[in-house]
């Protein structure tokens, strides 16, 4: 499934321009890392809450459309930020709460690592994810 996964994000140029790799996709999980870089930070020196939303969002995505198959779109999305995301990098790991034909709630948890390794929460989010209705010819 990781290697699938990947050819997603290879495919999202928003996700390769910011360096955002897939490390984990299973069944109902999913972990994204982002090695954070000066252009990621906002002016107090740590990531900006944009990048934060956006690591959450995808993760969020990834777990749900591995249960929903394919095609797939955020319905709607909650963030909380718990702290400056202060370190090297964004780890998001999602997971799926609730699914059914046409939609999966999930939850995600994005911390900041630093140097040395250790996490720290910086945000918790949960979403819907739906699937993408199916194109009509013609269309």
């Not at 939303?53 to 777990?63: E, G, H, S």
């Not at 370190?87 to 709630?105: F, K, P, W, Y």
């Not at 939850?107 to 009509?136: H, M, S, W, Y």
């Amino acid at each position: 499934m990781i290697e699938f996964g990947q050819q997603i994000l290879a495919a999202q140029p928003f996700s390769t321009f910011l360096g955002t790799e897939l490390i984990r996709f299973e069944q109902g999980l999913a972990e994204l890392r982002l090695t954070l870089k000066p252009e990621h930070m906002q002016q107090h020196g740590f990531a900006h809450g944009g990048v934060v939303a956006y690591m959450a969002d995808n993760a969020l995505t990834y777990a749900g459309g591995s249960v929903l198959g394919g095609n797939v779109l955020t319905l709607e999305i909650k963030v909380n930020y718990t702290r400056p995301a202060i370190g090297e990098a964004l780890i998001a790991r999602a997971s799926v709460v609730s699914s059914g034909r046409t939609q999966a709630v999930c939850r995600c948890d994005v911390f900041a690592v630093a140097n040395d390794g250790r996490e720290k929460l910086c945000a918790a989010a949960q979403g819907t994810i739906v699937p993408i209705p199916a194109q009509k010819s013609g269309k």
